[in-house]
């Protein structure tokens, strides 16, 4: 059993012998053990564009989760690889659409809405998802650049199909101006499609998926905030519940949030709806501000948490010494379909 600064220093050493040839980019929500290791850090969004257009390095140990690594995958070069440290960092979000649940469910809207729909998908998707976006003329959005992808679709078409998480897309949907009203859930288990004004008005149907870590902020946390800390601000996260983002003062990609803070003056207070490493991270570097998470004893994604420091070592250790276990490779048939989803959003973002 090796010691924390042992790792450490072995992962140090990978680094430096494979220099250049070894690129390493880390999610926000990564752990501070990992995340102190990252060549870059970034949202979705940034790591989406990084992985187009970035080194020429032969290897990518990806530290987020395995959705943004089919993206790397996808989107660099077919001699560039792509490895994750630990194979269990999935997200759950992306698994609550799987491609034949999004098959039965475009086929039973087609029904209702003829040809009038554009299919979108958030990148936390698996890459048969954005597979069947592309193939259908679709594009992939991020947090970050939302508001702008559905303007897009609906330029394109009538309604648009929303795909895996609900929350971005209402939240998303609304700020643009779709009344609530006018926005329908497909549940994949029932099959069935959710709405209370008229079918015809339908302009955004919405999967019935969530993130199992921000939809756990609720309108009571943002209550007690607002009770203990009068002055304190409250910015989240659009996975979050619609009625949360309503009542907090700000909502916004990963990037947003990070932004916000560093701009906002010393002596302001925060309260933070995202995630627990990420909160946390924020926390230790603006000490001249008080900040807390919105939810004190909320835990950090158990899946990205998945990545830490023993699995990065062994994984690294493995790809310099070219027995490489944990790669993520797309197969080409998926990832030619998928590309074109992440290109019409890659050239717009
Ligand atoms: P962003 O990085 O786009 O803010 O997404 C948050 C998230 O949940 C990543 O898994
Ligand atoms: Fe998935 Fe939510 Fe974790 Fe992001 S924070 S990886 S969306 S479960």
Request: aromatic content about 6%; charged content about 25%; glycine content about 4%.
């Amino acid at each position: 059993q090796l010691s924390h600064e042992e790792l450490r220093e072995r992962v140090q050493q990978v680094k430096e012998r494979m220099g250049t040839r070894l690129f390493l980019p880390g999610h926000h929500y990564q752990k501070d053990e990992v995340i102190e290791f990252a060549d870059a850090r970034g949202d979705s969004l940034k790591l989406a564009q990084l992985s187009s257009n970035q080194s020429d390095a032969e290897a990518i140990v990806f530290c987020g989760v395995h959705f943004m690594a089919e993206t790397a995958d996808i989107l660099t070069r077919a001699d560039q690889k792509v490895y994750l440290p630990d194979l269990r960092a999935g997200c759950s979000m992306a698994d609550m659409a799987d491609l034949n649940q999004t098959e039965k469910a475009w086929e039973k809207l087609q029904e209702h809405f003829d040809d009038t729909i554009l299919p979108l998908t958030y990148v936390n998707s698996t890459a048969a998802i954005k597979a069947f976006v592309g193939k259908h003329g679709g594009a992939t959005v991020t947090s970050s650049n939302a508001e702008k992808m559905i303007t897009w679709a609906f330029e394109q078409k009538e309604r648009i199909l929303f795909l895996p998480d609900q929350h971005l897309g209402r939240n998303t949907a609304y700020n643009l101006g779709v009344p609530l009203d006018q926005m329908a859930v497909w549940d994949p288990i029932t099959e069935a499609l959710l709405f209370e004004g008229s079918i015809e008005d339908i302009q955004v149907i919405l999967w019935k998926g969530h993130c199992s870590v921000h939809e756990n902020f609720t309108v009571d946390n943002v209550r007690k905030v607002r009770e203990q800390h009068p002055d304190m601000k409250i910015i989240v996260h659009p996975e979050c519940r619609r009625e949360v983002v309503a009542i907090s003062d700000d909502a916004g990609s990963t990037n947003h949030i990070i932004q916000t803070i560093n701009q906002a003056p010393p002596g302001s207070s925060w309260a933070i709806g995202t995630e627990m490493n990420l909160v946390k991270r924020i926390i230790d570097e603006h000490k001249d501000k008080h900040i807390i998470s919105l939810n004190p004893s909320m835990c950090p994604c158990l899946t990205m948490n998945r990545i830490d420091l023993p699995h990065l070592t062994w994984c690294l250790e493995t790809v310099e010494n070219g027995d490489p276990h944990n790669t993520i490779e797309v197969k080409s048939s998926i990832a030619i379909q998928a590309e074109k989803a992440l290109n019409r959003m890659l050239i717009r973002a």
